[in-house]
DNA sequence: CATGAATGAGGGTTCATTCAT
DNA sequence: GATGAATGAACCCTCATTCAT
């Protein structure tokens, strides 16, 4: 995706500039909406969130919005996307997380990526909205469906690296499981009420995902494939 | 009345007999219509299920459903204390789980709670809906919080006995993890698609439980309160 | 309706007993159920009014209602040929309400008229909600008729007698308009929150009546028709 | 709109004009939502009417309706106010009514007031429906009562220069029983069948209300408070 | 493209009425 | 006759979506 402009433009000659600031236009009218919609999901929950109120905060008549999203859930696919992109950078910022190789690394591996991710929730009130589900109605899981695959490439990619020769069937799983232990404990450190308690359950999310990784590390040492 | 029994019985008042086989049939129907919310519950989502998809459901119309349930919440409470009910037999059942101590017991320990309660799920596909979802709709989370405070005392009180010498708060939060690693790792279970997948995903899931209350264990054994 | 129990009776030979006693089992139920209904009528309104409330009010079950009365209306209806029936009653232990002439007459005629109706509709809460509306819907409109057109009857004799050589027609406005003045009336009496104000209403509702009809007799008088 | 009339008006933003024609007609919708709300009021009456039937007469979706009343009785409360801004105007085209003081000028008062009064009714079928009733249920009485109040302030004004010297209680229970007069007969006048019928019992509201406040007036002579 | 009024199917809920027991 | 659970049409209201301006 780097710079390859290429031939995306069906411009008319002579007026590229007009529609490349309708474009940025329509780019920020899509962002607030995103915005608005991350801010709604956040307090209400996917199925209580209406469009017409992520529009309302958005700023902009239904109608508006439904020129950018075909419908409820392409909005959240949406989000969720831009949810993908910020977390891809976030992990492009924390550059190489180092070749894990025994419990010492574990933990260090743990806290780069989870303490980020943790921030990133906190920031991002609407993330668990559309991830932290564990059951989704049918629209929401079809939107996040591509996200949630390419979130489970990255960590199959690192526990693959953990767990040298396992079997690809098993590190996706057990990249599936770390996720889903994530997303289960995300909402205990969201829904804190005061920063004692926040924090003390951010300290139970890392005992949850070293101490399940580094069992599975051992097992994978005790029955070597 | 009297011993006028010979009739067939069509006595107009005074005998408990027609009284009681008409509150077993509204047993009956309660019965039913709470199985079927069940059923469509943990097909649909509570927010996509509607009270005339249940009522049809279950065989009955919308009126019969609400002269048992003031409202869809309702029905939803009564699901809820119902499985209450339910996982509370299975745990008088079980008879008395060990006093764990050592890893060794702990193994046994999980498998005494988590086997039941992964079949309980996998017999009771609604379950799910009601209490595996990590954020809920006002209405639903009043409907089911008296149920959860259940669950959490009884959890708490097996984990009190695996850190003897913590202090509640912490032995409350470490309850409070381990129901939420459940509630995380039992859609994984519920849908997996073959068998062999979902029994792998309840070794994780046992491995989960057990990694981390072990480590729970050995930090109470580390750190002296 | 005296002693006059001729040939009513279909019952077959030899258990006329039973019948009666089955029929005034019925009777003393249309009483209760009567009863009910003019206490919710009186409370809710007719319209906020269900029948299954005045089932539950008159401790019967809603099929029980339906055994007497065909639906709501016929309800009305009976309660109001009720309320007639103790109207005429009351009437007739007035006795034969003095031959009105002067002004003097006029005073004590509506005296002797409207008190026993204050107080009636202070004895009977449901009375106004079936017969002081002045705007009904269709089916109370149907139900109410005939007894209103009874009172219109009983009212224009009255009012004939007080403007004697006055044509039917205007007789027969007079009497409407009086009965319509007395119903609109009546609410202000009832609704008095205390005994003094109410008293003063009552005293309102006798001037209004006989100013009006004074200046009746008095037109009466002016142009010999 | 300054002076651009030049082209269309098809102007993006900045102009009032496009804003102002959009609130003309959410200002037409409400006229024709309340002018179809008036009319079936006045045919089924307050409690039989349903919002899809208002809807439907004003050819506008029930969604449409509900943009701009929150519900049913909000309708009620806009007519209401709506029937009182006119009877506002009404009056203030009227002038000032004459300073009462014997009885040629109450007569002439009661037929500048109730004249118009009469008028109004017969124009606006609905007005009955929601201010002639003399029982209401909660939602409608809570609607209408502003008005209520505001109707009876008017009265009172006329009533108490009528009755100068009179204390404010008694000139309140006059004005409230000379409203309840009139909204006791306009039932009679609006539902009369024929021309003449109605002439005559217009006639008759003349001569109740003004009997009842000579009476009233005639009174207050003979005690001198 | 923006607007926001308009749409209308559908949701939860009520209640007059029926009917099996 | 009595019961009360059962019925289902209809109500009020919501909201995802459309469309004239």
Redesign the interface.
Known sequence: MGGTTGTTGTAEAGDGAPVRRRQARGQKRIEEILHAAAEVFGEQ?Y??TTTNAIAARAGVSPGSLYQFFGNKDEVARALAERYAARLETLRAELGTVGDPGDGQDLEELAADVLGPLVAFNLAHPGF??LF???????GLRDAVAPVQAAIHGRVAELVGRLLPGRPDGEVA??A??SI??V??????VTGADDGRERE??IA?LH??V???L???ADLAGERPV
């Not at 932290?132 to 049918?138: G, I, L, N, S």
């Open positions: 929950g199925d209580a668990k909205a932290a589900r564990t059951d989704m109605p049918a799983r057990v599936t499981v889903q232990l997303r289960g404990m995300i909402p205990l003390a359950m139970e005992t949850v070293v101490s399940y580094r069992r599975q």
